[in-house]
């Protein structure tokens, strides 16, 4: 167990739709991230937050949004939902998002738009 | 949630060889690497890492080596158990002062009893 739980575990939705998938960190750890892993783009980085704020962003589209709670659970919106958004949504932490740290991984949220 | 379906390279071994998983890796600024296991359910989990002033590292059952000349990582993994396999991920760390890994595409290991 990593530590990083992840909420809910499965997701089936209709196109159009907004959702919102939810992560608490590790105990301790400061910075959250987000990656989204498909069946042919692999795991790909979407944000990183950084005690509330955001830090970095990778390739997260604009319907997409996060942001990172006082209490460092956060929360990552995906609206106006495509058939081609259904993947693998995966949480990660590390204790201060700086260069070097390793990252811990939650279970995933399975994202099924039909 | 799992990685069955990804269009991944697949490395199949007997149980009790020894695998070797190879990644090439993008940018030549890197300075940190880790290889994660990925097995079916579960999310990516940190098996080792390596800074780029090393070139080898070694932890229990396996060892990653890091040729920065031409951006080649691999991971050997001794004595291969079928517990072993998963989906494996070489990631980067992109030098930018926060951490930014990168993933590559990961291989899959089908071990035989």
């Known amino acids: 167990d990593s530590g990083v739980t992840q909420t809910p575990k499965h997701l089936i939705t209709a196109t159009g739709q907004r959702v919102t998938l939810r992560c608490s960190p590790r105990s301790g750890d400061l910075s959250v991230y987000w990656y989204q892993q498909s069946l042919d783009q692999g795991l790909q980085f979407l944000i990183q937050y950084y005690n509330g704020e955001e830090r970095a962003k990778g390739n997260i589209l604009e319907r997409f949004s996060a942001q990172q709670f006082p209490d460092l659970h956060s929360e990552l919106n995906l609206s106006s939902l495509e058939l081609g958004d259904s993947a693998l949504y995966f949480c990660?932490?590390?204790?201060?998002?700086?260069?070097?740290?390793?990252?811990?991984f939650g279970s995933g949220t399975q994202l099924s738009v039909l | 949630g799992e990685s069955v379906g990804l269009h991944l390279p697949t490395l199949s071994v007997q149980e009790g060889d020894n695998s070797i998983i190879n990644c090439a890796y993008s940018n030549s600024a890197s300075d940190y690497f880790i290889w994660y296991k990925q097995e079916s359910g579960k999310g990516p989990q940190f098996i080792i890492d390596i800074r780029s002033n090393m070139d080898k590292r070694q932890g229990q059952r396996v060892t990653v080596l890091l040729n920065k000349t031409v951006k080649h990582l691999s991971l050997q993994i001794a004595a291969t158990q079928p517990g072993d396999s998963a989906v494996y991920f070489c990631?980067?760390?992109?030098?930018?002062?926060?951490?930014?890994?990168?993933f590559g595409t990961g291989t899959r290991l089908l071990v035989s009893p």
């Open positions: 990631a980067e760390n992109i030098r930018t002062g926060f951490q930014k890994l990168v």
């Open positions: 990660a932490s590390s204790a201060t998002g700086g260069a070097g740290e390793k990252l811990f």
